[in-house]
Nanobody, 127 residues
């Protein structure tokens, strides 16, 4: 089992920045695939970004179109942690942000391909 714990959410004004962190513990993988999803009230959970990396190498990073150029995903192998740097935040970015991890090396934006999930952290962007 893999346990994921998100942190870094909060309230920020439009145009501001936040950095989310997701610490993984338990069973870990030498090559990791982790992602961020978000869910706004009344909406389905949607893909935000994902990354695959190993020691010293980032294999790929993928982003949803609506965050390209504003959000950056990165991983720290030594800390078993993945980050989501969010800049130029908009009110429509308001949601609960979830960290997810895949047991297989898949490049996917589908929730079904992720096996482990955190409990989420709230991000609220005021106008």
């Amino acid at each position: 089992q893999v346990q994921l714990v998100e942190s870094g959410g909060g309230l920020v004004q439009a145009g501001g920045s936040l950095r989310l962190s997701c610490a993984a513990s338990g069973r870990t993988f030498s090559s990791r695939v982790m992602g961020w999803f978000r869910q706004a009230p009344g909406k389905e959970r949607e893909f935000v970004a994902s990354i695959s990396w190993s020691v010293g190498s980032t294999y790929w990073a993928s982003y949803a179109e609506f965050v390209k150029g504003r959000f950056t995903i990165s991983g720290d192998n030594a800390k078993n942690t993945v980050y989501l740097q969010m800049n130029s935040l908009k009110p429509e970015d308001t949601a609960v942000y979830y960290c997810a991890a895949a047991a297989k090396l898949v490049r996917s934006s589908s929730r079904d391909d992720y096996d482990y999930w955190g409990r989420g952290t709230q991000v609220t962007v005021s106008s």
